[in-house]
């Protein structure tokens, strides 16, 4: 077809091994650093953590970008520096504002750890626009229900932030940017609309076609301008995302991003001399600053 949008990248995962249990690195890659503001893309899970064991990230910083939650199996608690504690379920999504600085952990609650629990989601980053870097941190929670959401054909939609397909998430964001969730129904299709030219479908679970050409799940495929038709070969769950271009490139460092390489190395000194200023209430560790 013509008509339709060519692939530009096809992106597979990286395996990161974080302690006890690996996530899949989607982005930034090689090929492409970003899609729209999205600097970074992971997906954990899924995975059984046994009895005794959980999701431990230690406390640690953040500057430049705002973190995206959203699970799609078990429970996360979330804690940061601005005194936030706040449980994310399935469907829920945690959007947290680092600007000049946050601290936060990642952890499994102390009841589920208890018994084996499953986990399953996906941890994307937005950088800020230039004019945001430094904006006061903020942490929001928004419960499922809150999420548009809406079926037919065979397809299920919710957007998590932005707006798709007449439909207006009201997470709060500084970039103008969109997030989907869409499962399809085996033979079903969804087409994404032309409204941004930086756009990505990350395939999550089952095969799609686009064009005549079958792509498996643990993809990224970032396209180029105009519509994309995708129809289910199987069962699928697959993220739609992307947005306007940033206004200029970013710099990443661990958890720092930055339109200015002295600002992250800033950070890197704050945090490396205990000189962040930041503490989560009620935690003592930390993840050191990686060589």
Not at 109 to 125: C, F, I, M, T, V
Not at 240 to 267: C, M, T, Y
Request: hydrophobic fraction near 40%; aromatic fraction near 8%.
């Amino acid at each position: 077809m013509s008509d339709m949008a060519p692939i530009e990248h096809i992106i597979v995962p990286r395996l990161r091994d974080i302690g006890d249990f690996s996530v899949m690195r989607v982005l930034p890659a090689a090929a492409r650093r970003m899609v729209g503001p999205f600097v970074f893309l992971d997906q954990f899970g899924p995975v059984t953590l046994a009895a005794g064991k959980g999701m431990d990230v230690r406390p640690h910083p953040h500057i430049g970008l705002e973190t995206v939650t959203y699970l799609l199996k078990g429970s996360i608690v979330h804690r940061d520096s601005l005194g936030s504690l706040q449980s994310i379920e399935p469907g829920d999504v945690n959007w947290m504002t680092a600007g000049r600085g946050i601290v936060h952990s990642e952890r499994s609650d102390a009841e589920l750890r208890k018994r084996p629990q499953e986990l399953y989601g996906l941890q994307s980053w937005v950088a800020l626009p230039r004019a945001d870097e430094e904006t006061a941190p903020a942490f929001t929670h928004y419960g499922s229900d809150k999420l548009p959401e809406e079926k037919a054909a065979g397809v299920a939609l919710k957007v998590i932030a932005g707006s798709v397909d007449g439909l207006t998430s009201p997470v709060r964001t500084h970039s103008d940017l969109f997030y989907a969730d869409v499962t399809l129904a085996p033979g079903a299709s969804y087409r994404l609309s032309a409204d941004y030219d930086e756009r990505a479908a990350y395939l999550i679970e089952g095969v799609v076609s686009i064009d005549g050409t079958d792509y498996e799940q643990g993809r990224l495929l970032a396209f180029g301008p105009g519509e994309i038709l995708l129809r289910a070969v199987t069962a699928a769950r697959l993220v739609v995302l992307g947005g306007a271009p940033l206004d200029g490139p970013r710099h990443i460092f661990w958890n720092f991003v930055s339109s200015s390489k002295d600002r992250i190395e800033q950070a890197k000194e704050d945090w490396r001399r205990d000189q962040f200023g930041l503490r989560i209430p009620g935690e003592h560790e930390f993840i050191p600053l990686p060589d």
